[in-house]
């Protein structure tokens, strides 16, 4: 095929089996220009291509118009549209061509709303999500399972953001992610004080309590949050308090900030903004990108807030080390006219820096990606991951798994001084968060909820070959017990028999990955764990499983082997135990631990980090872009309301 723009031969083979359709959508994808010949869209008569006679004579035909109820109906998915995708409010009245095409598809029946009555149905959708939410809260407290919070401030032009989200398992294993508060600071300081006050009010604004009388600090049972002073201040009244992912990010930025590593990352980001703003330069490497094969990708920004994109950024180097340095050697004298080009020229060590750097912070950045999840359980990831990255972080071999087999680990000695320097910096202030500074409390919420995932029950975590953590096993196991002992433990033993409860499994439950929910498989741990730590050695055996003690349903979980399968669906493998029964080998059905399993709920429910909020707050900065800026603040709080709660 010639292209008629370019003079040149394509040359691009087409998979035959397909009849014309494979041609067609080369030409539709490759060759525009010739493809709007050969349909005749350049014809005089293009208007009507593809057009009948009779559907030509139907567009003057004026449908019958929609019943009030429908228009209603059809007002309120144009609300719940515009608030869902973040566009303004505006649109159906200010874009024309929008309006014309709901005018056509319609045949006039109906027009779409204009920006009063879109606010009226947001305001019915966010009344609609806070009743669904007030709904699951009231469940929650019925089955007597605390749920955890999360929270975060946003601000943005001026208008700035309280927002609060709860976290829970409900009775029927579902994880629930919901928007509580999303209220206007207005003009007040974001000071601990405020953050208390606006988050008490909107919490009892929601209904938001355990008892008759009570507190809406005894209400929750975990709270999330980043580790700002203003934060913990204002949540000082309830549980809990940290972030795993912004803990973890604090030890990344001073690997990120060590000598050697600050100044060549300080690089890579002059050469980003050299590529953002050259136009001639961004395609002259698309060009070689292809050339050699690479993935077409644009140089990654990096972003000072968060360091998962310094780490995207630093990889891109790493994949593109031939693209770039291809660029240098054929535009580099005529890019170096540029000062951002100039004075940040990559040298070798740079581009060693870079590759190693990568294999350095590749965990930690795989880690905080699983830990940022909502919709299935993080929260006994924590400290699995969290020695897993102790140990990788270690100064001992490094593993490049990019690099041909034979030539994937090295040693220490071959590690660029600045990586090994940096690592080790890495390492220490790992243990130093985690290990060391930890307060007991969180300590002993994350070793609680650790051992009641079925995965990490004996405490052993998948990969670790120099970490003994007999003393933190049996601590931990005091903790759980302690516990379960004085607030979940019933009175009189449970029988062992009786009539099934409400909840109790039908029939044979398998608990498999094939069966996993999507969320649970979003959340799969195997391919974390699967990264060795050191060159393979022989496999350890493992001992035999402990008796069963059929004493309470702690004993009898405790004497349970661990599920060896790392993306085990935690939720599901704790449904099916979620009744009265005895086990029934006959269905496939497992022993009942229902006591046990309420704790589970509480626990499990409570989220690693506080990344379900800031994602609600990219939904904010959609909402209240330049477009929309002339809302109010409680005309975005009750838009997120509608977008985030309602069906």
Same mark, same amino acid.
């Given at each position: ?43 005089? =008569? ?246 050699? #094969? ?7 920004? =990096? ?35 540029? =000062?951002?080009?100039?004075? #940040? ?120 070959? #120099? ?83 059929? =004493? ?27 009744? #009265? ?67």
């Amino acid at each position: 095929m010639v292209d008629a723009a370019s003079g040149r031969v394509c040359g691009q083979l087409i998979r035959p089996g397909n009849g014309p359709t494979a041609l067609w959508n080369h030409h539709r994808a490759k060759h525009k220009n010739e493809y709007q010949v050969l349909k005749g869209f350049l014809a005089g =008569d293009a208007g009507d291509v593809g057009v009948s006679l009779s559907d030509s004579l139907q567009r003057t035909i004026q449908a019958q118009p929609f019943t009030d109820e429908r228009k209603k109906e059809c007002n309120m998915m144009c609300a719940r549209w515009l608030v869902k995708s973040a566009r303004p409010i505006t649109l159906p009245e200010r874009d024309k061509p929008f309006g014309t095409f709901i005018e056509t598809l319609t045949r006039g029946a109906w027009k779409p709303p204009n920006h009063h009555a879109v606010m009226d149905c947001i305001l019915q959708l966010s009344a609609q999500g806070q009743l669904r939410f007030q709904a699951w809260m009231q469940g929650m407290v019925a089955d007597g399972v605390k749920p955890s919070m999360a929270g975060d401030i946003w601000s943005d032009g001026g208008c700035s953001l309280m927002g609060v989200s709860f976290y829970g398992i409900n009775s029927a294993w579902k994880l629930g992610e919901w928007l509580v508060a999303a209220t206007p600071f207005g003009s007040t300081r974001h000071t601990g004080e405020a953050i208390d006050a606006i988050t008490i009010a909107a919490l009892k604004r929601q209904g938001v309590k355990w008892r008759e009388g009570g507190t809406v600090y005894e209400a929750v049972h975990s709270k999330v949050s980043d580790n700002a002073s203003n934060m913990a201040k204002g949540w000082a009244g309830f549980d809990g308090g940290f972030c795993a992912d912004h803990t973890l990010e604090l030890s990344v930025k001073v690997f990120t900030g060590a000598s050697g590593i600050k100044e060549t990352f300080s690089r890579d980001k002059g050469i980003v903004g050299y590529f953002h703003r050259s136009t001639a330069g961004i395609q002259d490497l698309t060009k070689i990108q292809k050339t050699l #094969n690479l993935p077409e990708k644009q140089p990654i920004q =990096d972003v000072a807030t968060r360091w998962f994109s310094s780490y995207g950024m630093v990889d891109w180097f790493r994949e593109q080390q031939q693209a770039v340095q291809m660029y240098d050697i054929q535009h580099g004298a005529e890019a170096a006219k540029n =000062d951002a080009y100039k004075h #940040n020229r990559l040298l070798h060590k740079d581009w060693s820096i870079n590759e190693q750097s990568v294999a350095v912070l590749a965990p930690s950045a795989q880690a905080t990606k699983l830990l940022e999840g909502t919709k299935y359980v993080t929260i006994s990831l924590v400290l699995p991951y969290i020695y897993r990255l102790i140990e990788a972080s270690d100064d001992g071999m490094l593993y490049l798994p990019w690099k041909p087999v034979g030539h994937q680990w090295l040693r220490a000695i071959q590690i660029e001084p600045e990586v090994r320097a940096a690592r080790k910096l890495l390492h220490a202030d790992l243990k130093r968060r985690w290990l060391v500074q930890l307060p007991t409390e969180q300590r002993e919420l994350l070793d609680i909820s650790t051992l009641l995932d079925p995965r990490f029950k004996e405490y052993k975590f998948p990969g670790l070959l #120099n970490t003994d953590l007999t003393a933190e096993k049996e601590a931990s196991i005091d903790a759980l017990k302690g516990t379960w002992e004085m607030d979940w433990k019933p009175a009189a033993p449970a029988p062992v028999a009786g009539p099934a409860a409400a909840n109790a499994p039908a029939g044979a439950t398998v608990i498999t990955t094939a069966v996993a929910t999507a969320a649970a498989k979003m959340g799969a741990s195997s391919s974390f764990f699967s990264v060795p730590l050191a060159p393979p050695t022989a496999p350890v055996q493992q001992g035999p499983a402990r008796p069963a003690v059929p =004493d309470d349903d702690l004993e009898k979980y405790l004497a349970l082997p661990a599920e060896t399968n790392m993306d085990l669906d935690v939720l599901a493998w704790w449904k099916a135990r979620d009744h #009265n029964l005895p086990c029934d080998p006959a269905s496939g059905r497992p022993a009942g631990l229902p006591r046990l399993a309420k704790m589970a709920r509480q626990y499990l429910g409570r989220p690693a980090s506080s990344a379900g909020v800031e994602r609600f707050f990219s939904m904010a900065g959609k909402l209240h872009s330049d477009l929309k800026k002339a809302q109010g603040d409680d005309s975005l709080e009750h838009s997120l309301f509608a977008a985030a709660n309602a069906e």
